[in-house]
């Protein structure tokens, strides 16, 4: 990746399946398109020409049928109009039986669908609907909703899908940080459509100057996460907005969260570390990864 970019710097970034699907965790947003989207996380997020910031949100997705904003009663059908939906997923691999999942083509050209129920959406209209798809083509211009098999029942999908509906889909940011971490209720200002770039892993170590590096509060079960001392990767905020890039050895995340508040971080997150863990400036590798890597922050020189 460094040889084809050049970057002036570059730090890993997401989890992944590092052992067998090599599947990246969490949501990733690139040229802002998002090309992954996964749960609750703290990400790191670039917007309005590289202004850097960071929070832990969840991202929704709404869908509305024929422009609709609301379910409507029919009355010459004596029946109701459904005309909304939701899905939870971007491109990510269909592991939840009850997902509902948008695949768009920065997934590839096809994917995998077991079971459930594929609908193609080329050009916001939904052109096909597929009982069981199996291999399923992703429109260039267009994208899937994908309905696992336990996500939704035939009539929930009938009531809604049919050829020749136009779709629309609005993402929202929403806040997700536990109330054990912060008392901080602010909506998150983020308008997700305006993010050029988003990478996410976790836990958050340092908010709003502070220390708040509960994993365990955070959702992450592992002992490499909670309790253990390893090799680690973090991002970091200064108050003028500068970001730092830092690995080190032998630590444990509140020791970690203390070492970027030193370096004089307002906001810090955890990023993938162990084998993971890399760091790249200034020409050369400062730590090397002991594995392939499926994400990267990347440092440009724009003005090249």
Not at 43 to 67: R, T
Not at 130 to 139: L, R
Request: glycine share 6%.
């Amino acid at each position: 990746m460094i040889n084809r970019k050049k970057p002036i710097a570059a730090i890993n970034a997401n989890f992944f399946d590092a052992y067998n699907s090599l599947e990246p965790y969490g949501s990733i947003i690139k040229n802002k398109e998002i090309t992954y989207l996964e749960g609750k996380n703290v990400s790191l997020y670039i917007q309005d020409k590289n202004k850097v910031d960071m929070d832990y949100f969840k991202v929704e997705i709404d869908g509305f049928l024929d422009g609709k904003r609301q379910n409507e009663w029919n009355n010459a059908r004596q029946a109701m109009d459904f005309n909304l939906f939701k899905a939870w997923y971007v491109n990510n691999l269909p592991k939840d039986s009850t997902g509902i999942y948008i695949y768009t083509p920065a997934r590839g050209a096809s994917i995998w669908l077991e079971n459930g129920t594929a609908i193609e959406v080329i050009e916001n209209k939904i052109t096909k609907v597929t009982k069981n798809p199996k291999e399923t083509i992703i429109p260039p211009n267009g994208y899937i909703i994908y309905y696992a098999p336990d996500a939704a029942d035939d009539k929930y999908i009938s009531d809604r899908f049919r050829i020749g509906r136009t779709v629309e889909l609005m993402y929202k940011a929403l806040p997700a940080l536990a109330e054990a971490i912060t008392q901080n209720t602010e909506t998150v200002g983020i308008d997700i459509h305006k993010v050029e770039h988003m990478i996410s892993a976790g836990p958050y170590l340092v908010k709003d100057g502070k220390i708040i590096a509960d994993a365990a509060a955070q959702g992450f079960k592992e002992d490499k996460i909670t309790v253990n001392r390893a090799q680690r990767s973090t991002i970091g905020i200064t108050k003028d907005n500068k970001l730092k890039l830092v690995t080190g050895s032998n630590l444990n995340m509140t020791e970690l969260a203390q070492v970027m508040l030193e370096l004089g971080c307002v906001k810090a997150m955890n990023l993938d570390g162990g084998a993971s863990s890399a760091l790249y400036a200034k020409g050369k590798m400062i730590t090397t990864p002991g594995r392939k890597l499926n994400t990267v922050l990347m440092i440009l020189d724009v003005k090249k």
